[in-house]
T-cell receptor, first 111, second 113 residues
Framework: DSGVTQTPKHLITATGQRVTLRCSPRSGDLSVYWYQQSLDQGLQFLIQYYNGEERAKGNILERFSAQQFPDLHSELNLSSLELGDSALYFC??????????FGPGTRLTVL | DQQVKQNSPSLSVQEGRISILNCDYT??????FLWYKKYPAEGPTFLISISSIKDKNEDGRFTVFLNKSAKHLSLHIVPSQPGDSAVYFC????????????FGTGTRLTIIP
């Protein structure tokens, strides 16, 4: 158990809909990262927040947005969903040291 | 453009033998490298890392080697155990800590009893 929690575990929705994925980092970790893993692909970095502020942005679509709240939990919002958005979404947290600790992921299926 | 490449999608190794997983990178700005292990239905778990100032880092059965001139790193697992069967991801970052990781596509390692 990495100490990073993600909810929900699974999400099934239809094209055009909007969903919110939630992540609670390890206690004390200020950085939260979001990654997307599509079928048979590596993890693609989406966005990083540090202590409530956006710190780095990767290949995140304009239909996607994220935020980190004062209690340090983070939410990833995906809107106008398309079939290609079906993937595993991982959240990771870091104390600012060398490695990132990953949550178990949310599997999103868009039908 | 895949900046971190793991060219072997899968690898099978007999239990007790050495497993060698390879990773190549193209971005010369990368200066920190990590290996993660992933079981089905779980998130990746950190295994071992190496900074660009070193060429080798060892932790128990796991050793990572870095060849900067060739932009190549490898993970050695000796001896391989059935519990090592998992997908292994190589990752790199452009600064030490707290920065985005660029991942390879992973190598599925199967240890044959």
């Amino acid at each position: 158990d990495s100490g990073v929690t993600q909810t929900p575990k699974h999400l099934i929705t239809a094209t055009g809909q909007r969903v919110t994925l939630r992540c609670s980092p390890r206690s004390g970790d200020l950085s939260v990262y979001w990654y997307q893993q599509s079928l048979d692909q590596g993890l693609q970095f989406l966005i990083q927040y540090y202590n409530g502020e956006e710190r780095a942005k990767g290949n995140i679509l304009e239909r996607f947005s994220a935020q980190q709240f004062p209690d340090l939990h983070s939410e990833l919002n995906l809107s106008s969903l398309e079939l290609g958005d079906s993937a595993l979404y991982f959240c990771a947290s870091s104390p600012g040291a060398d490695e990132q600790f990953f949550g178990p992921g949310t599997r999103l299926t868009v039908l | 453009d895949q900046q971190v490449k793991q060219n072997s999608p899968s690898l099978s190794v007999q239990e007790g033998r050495i497993s060698i997983l390879n990773c190549d990178y193209t971005n010369s700005m990368f200066d920190y490298f990590l290996w993660y292990k992933k079981y089905p239905a779980e998130g990746p778990t950190f295994l071992i890392s190496i900074s660009s100032i070193k060429d080798k880092n060892e932790d128990g059965r796991f050793t990572v080697f870095l060849n900067k001139s060739a932009k190549h790193l490898s993970l050695h697992i000796v001896p391989s155990q059935p519990g090592d069967s998992a997908v292994y991801f190589c990752a790199a970052s452009a600064s030490f800590g707290n920065e985005k990781l660029t991942f390879g596509t992973g190598t599925r390692l199967t240890i044959i009893p």
